[in-house]
Structures are given as C-alpha cells and as structure tokens.
C-alpha cells in the first residue's frame, strides 16, 4: 500500500465517523419546541428542550467515545498491516514495539515463528485514555505533545462515557454545545493520528533513537 492510499483510507474513515457524529444535532434539534412568552410589553420566544433531545445528548457521549476508541484501532490495524509489507529491520525498531510484536503479553510465551506486527494485541483496556494513547506513542514512535493539549478533555469524555454507561444518573445536558465540544476534541485527534501514522511510515519513526539502548 502507498502512503497516499493510507491517507485516503484514513480520511475517508474520519469523513464517515463525523457524517455520523454531525447527525446527533440533527436528532436533538427534532425534539426541540419554541413558543412566545410575554416579557413586559415585549414577546419574546423561549426554546423548549424536550425529554428526548436531553436523552440524545446523553446517550451521544457512548458513541463519540466509540468513535475514537473504533477509529484508533482500525488506524493502529491499518498500521501494522502497512509494517508488515515493508522490509523492517527488527534490530532497529524501538524498545517498546520489540516486546509488543515478539511477546504475547497473556501467556507470557515469545513467539518461535517469524514476527508480524498483525499478531500485536491492539489493547486500549476498555478505556482509551490518555495514559493509553502514550504507550501507543512511544511503541510508533508518535509525538505525544501533539495529543497533549487534549490530553484533559479525553479524560472528562472517558469519565461521562463510562458513568453513562455504568448507568449513572449524574450527567444532564440541556444544550447541544455540551457535547459538541466532544465531538470536535474526538475528530481532531483523529486528525492528529492519521498524520502521526503517516509521519511513522514515512520518516520510520518506529526505529529506535540514537541513545535508546537495546533490551
């Protein structure tokens, strides 16, 4: 596979994801009334948010976390599928893909065959967080600084998503700007991770440092 199909695969993938996101205002917007009320001598019209608008918006934040977690891992897929079909020197590869390509992190077992990066276990533990993301940074060789900056809001996502999901009864939101945030922070990390991936193929950023010593 070329870089620029890898690039395609990877926009086409975000383009659907946010097609899909975008369509929650849709579905809020549909349980949204208005009517007039008298303010003095003046009419003025109040916005009226309906319980099913409210349920949208809470049941939203499973899905733009599925969104992440789901895009993360076909990319992380896409990858090793891509480093797989190119002639890796595994002398040179970084510390941190070495043991997760030639150990089998369940059964403690190293492998006897040859290594392929599609036998990696692509484990986000259920909860893509930011401690997550860094371990898959430093195993490819991504630049963390790149994610920081969202680093607090993946976390408050992850924290209302799992609450949600657990059947928690403490999260209320009456505006759509509540969670659109979600969904823009969500689609801009995607953005930032398939450039990261391309960078990685590109300049071979998964090959260890200079001062990286071996295992």
Known sequence: ???????????????????????IKHLYNNGITHENIKVGSQTKQRKIVSNHSKYILRSSFPM??????????SSIVLLNKQ???KKVDFN???NALLMA??????TDKYENKKLYFKHIIIDTESNLSWKVVQKFSIRYGFNTHKFLKYGNNLESLLKIRNGISHGENAYHFDSYEDIN???LIS?????????EIIDCLKYEKFYKEENEESI
């Not at 689609?187 to 450039?195: D, N, T, V």
């Open 181 to 183: 945030k979600y969904i």
């Open 187 to 195: 689609i801009k990390m995607m953005l930032i991770l398939k450039l």
């Open 1 to 23: 596979m070329s870089l620029s199909y890898i690039k395609e695969e990877l926009m086409s993938e975000i383009l659907w994801r946010y097609k899909e996101l975008k369509n």
């Open 83 to 85: 480093l797989d079909s």
């Open 92 to 94: 040179k590869i970084n």
């Open 101 to 106: 390509i030639s150990k089998d992190k369940h």
């Open 64 to 73: 733009i976390y599925a969104h992440w977690e789901g895009f993360f891992k």
